[in-house]
């Protein structure tokens, strides 16, 4: 290099210097909407963003895509009278392909025969074993076990989660993963029908 | 006279067979078991045969070293990969040893020096011990423990099964919590004849000893030298990697890198895991490129099982192994500059274009960082409404304008050339004898990579080029990397183009997947270099052997030879420019 030496390094501030003033004019031309509404945190994740990326956490959240996951839960259904009906049978597919094996299932037993009854009397997640894979929501059979979007769980001891703690409603899944909900919805309502169809 | 088994995958011709039978006769048999391939050679010849094949038939390039233990054969095997770095498969060769106490074969440390690392490795793991390795420490594991954890019949503490799922989980599984297993320290236990009390022990030792051995001839003063210990907790070395070096004033007479603190001994849960276990697994080893990790071993197990993925998946696949390269790339910049000084100007700069890219991993797979995204015979869901278009935006607006920003940003300053220009020279002979891959290998000039040399997937479909520097020096290795992500964005631009509708998964999905007996190396240009999978079937719900030729590890072979002769400083410049991921380097 037979330049000036030092024109790389005024170079590379020139672009230091442009992103510096970048923020603000990004935020002129927002009008102060660049900070804690839902376009402007869209805007600073897109590919037209300027300037500092910066979201505010936790004042500002950045809003979670569908396929997020994190921690499961079981999902179960309310019938008429508003009584829960778990999805779960205890058939064990989750317990089996979790990697970590973090998923501890109780079967339940008919108290007369001692036959097993497709119902969980005890399930249990150790959350702080889980590594949020999605394995178990994936291979589930009976859509009953779905990974949650709720990342904030700090506590100040062990997270070993039991059935009452993990159980959410189908509405409650169906408010986070539209998409999936209605496909699975509309799948097992056709399952339903021709089963019923071949009944009759 | 060997024939060549019909299944043998080793790219053989009928001439080379002839030459090495004629020169070492008996030495090569063809490895008959079903489902394996390559070659058995006897260890008396061993050193023999690997010099003709290096020499002679150009298989120049060490690919990995692993060894094996057949429990129930009684048997320990040694496997070696080794590649030709103009191009083409390889050719897999084995060494057997009946399993005893005490294992000894010849090393190859002399003929591939890329070998050092890695049968440190499979000693400490294994307990095969390499005659004529200069330096055969322990590497993982510390000095004095006791056994080789990766032996079959070694079993960790709280250990329950052999093999996931575990019994206790179902249908009674109630939750015991690993604390409440230990018992106080009642979980150790000494080798027969060990007493405890009244042992003095310097498990630093032999890496001290280790550390003095070096050529005395060119200093002619007497002086005092000195070890300095950089990390393992250091911001510099990337996470807990320890550089033991050897001083005179500030001048680097030698240098070992110390690791192992964050080993998990991934391959023995890798044992233990089934074949879908593994792959949230895979995503841990180099945190920052999960994609291509799960690449990896997708492909390693998809060639047993024998299955093809369907076109779209296959597009997916390498839109997203090539936007991992991308943000692994531009967090390697950043690392680098971070080290060199620049203290997180161009680390932030870069961070902004990988959130951009981590947002569409998050979409497609749910996760950041930690994937999970490939499953045998595809990938595990579709790509969600609108996640093509903000993949067509990167590739085409945002992130050409942004390299070239970052570009112009740092390729001129002056601060970089002088840290960077023929400082930490690996040249092209070294590069391929210490087996390093990926960008520190092509900015030594040698235009190795296996998307070209040995095509993967749908990676013959696109037009792209293996960006190649001639220095081998800190700032080629920085600027390959610009290059790198220029031809990684040609061709995430082809394949947005030409991706087809359809099915993304071969077959239907299942919990357990059948594979066939047999074995198979599934390898990748991951971005950090050649990731391989080296995977044995016994036809089991869980792989026998489950081995990773991390790139990160062993691109570590040459970081002792590249820093010596310089000062404390570049130690720091010259493994940023490695760029390596402790996920992986200890695995």
Known sequence: ?200 | MATPAPLSSSEFSQRDISLLNTRYPGALTPDGRSGYSGWIIDQSQLLGVATALRDDLGFDYLSSVTAVDYLPQNQMEVVYHIYRTTGGPGVVFKVQIPREEKMEIPSLVPIYPGAELQEREAWDLFGVKFIGHPDLRRIFMWEGFAGHPMRKDWHEPYFEEEAKPLKSRWPEGRPVSAESKNQYGDNISYPDGFEPKGQIFNPEKALYDALQEYSKDEIGLETDRIIVNMGPQHPSTHGVFRIAVLLDGEKILNLKPVMGYLHRNHEKIGERNTYNMNMPYTDRLDYLSSMSNNFGYALAVEKMMNIKPPDRAEYIRVIMAEMTRISNHLMAIGALLNDLGAFFTPMLYALEERELILDIFEAVAGSRMMCNYFRFGGVARDLPDGTLQKIKDLSFERLPRKMDEIERFLSENEIIRARGIEQGVLTAENAIRYSAAGPLLRASGIPYDVRRAEPYSIYDRFDFDVAVRQNGDIYDRLMIRFEEIHQSIRIIQQAVKQIPDGPIMAMKPVYQVRVPPGESYGRVEGPKGELGFYIISNGKPNPWRYHVRAPSFINLTSFGPMCIGHKVADVVAVLGSIDIVLGEVDR
């Not at chain 1, 963003?49 to 910066?54: C, D, L, P, S």
């Not at chain 1, 501890?104 to 949020?132: K, L």
Request: a neutral charge; glycine letters at 8%; aromatic letters at 10%.
């Open chain 1, 1 to 200: 290099m037979n330049d000036m030496f030092g024109k790389g390094i005024l170079r590379g501030l020139g672009v230091s210097l442009k992103r510096f003033f970048e923020t603000y004019l990004d935020d002129l031309a927002w009008m102060g909407k660049r900070y804690r509404t839902d376009e402007g945190i869209a805007h600073r994740g897109g590919k037209d963003a300027r300037g500092i990326f910066t979201v505010q956490y936790p004042e500002e959240k950045i809003p979670v895509p569908e396929e997020f996951r994190c921690v499961p839960f079981l999902v179960y259904d309310e019938d008429i009278n508003g009584l829960k009906q778990m999805r779960c049978t205890s058939c064990g597919i989750c317990a089996k392909v979790c990697p970590p094996q973090c998923i501890w299932i109780v079967r339940s037993a008919d108290p007369s025969t001692g036959r097993p009854i497709p119902d969980p009397a005890q399930f249990t997640i150790d959350a702080d074993i889980c590594m949020n894979c999605g394995l178990c929501a994936e291979f589930c059979p009976f859509d009953a076990i779905k990974m949650d979007h709720d990342y904030e769980l700090a506590s100040g001891m062990r997270n070993i989660y039991n059935m009452d703690r993990l159980s959410k409603s189908a509405k409650y899944y169906e408010y986070i993963r539209p998409v999936n909900a209605k496909r699975e919805n509309t799948y097992r309502a056709a399952k339903a029908a021709s089963r019923a169809e071949r009944a009759e």
